[in-house]
């Protein structure tokens, strides 16, 4: 009996790791119908502000290292990160304004 009550604690634990949380969005200024956070994706994230870049940051820790281990930023160019962005932020299921936010921190913190 005990063996699956452990068994069953371990698949639910795997199961609920990745499950969708819930993360609260900066409080970025609106400009005019477009968040900052979101004119800083469509510009290149280079104008983002610390705000923006925090929030991403925070997003970053707790969507991205819910699931695995986290790259340092620096590891890949800006562009190198665009293109992972693609793939997993639908894994991660990040609306457009998170991850305009986690963008904008991977391009303030990535390989020159």
Known sequence: M???IIAFSAFATS??????KAIPLSNAPVTGSKTESK??????ATNAS???IDAGHALFTSKCGNCHALKDPAHY???G???IMQKMAKKARLDEEQKAQVTAYLHA????
């Open 2 to 4: 005990m063996k699956k």
């Open 50 to 52: 610390a705000a923006t």
């Open 15 to 20: 199961l609920l790791a990745c499950s969708h």
């Open 109 to 112: 913190n990535a390989k020159k």
């Open 81 to 83: 990160w665009d293109v």
């Open 77 to 79: 160019i800006a562009g």
């Open 39 to 44: 004119v800083a994706l469509e510009s290149g």
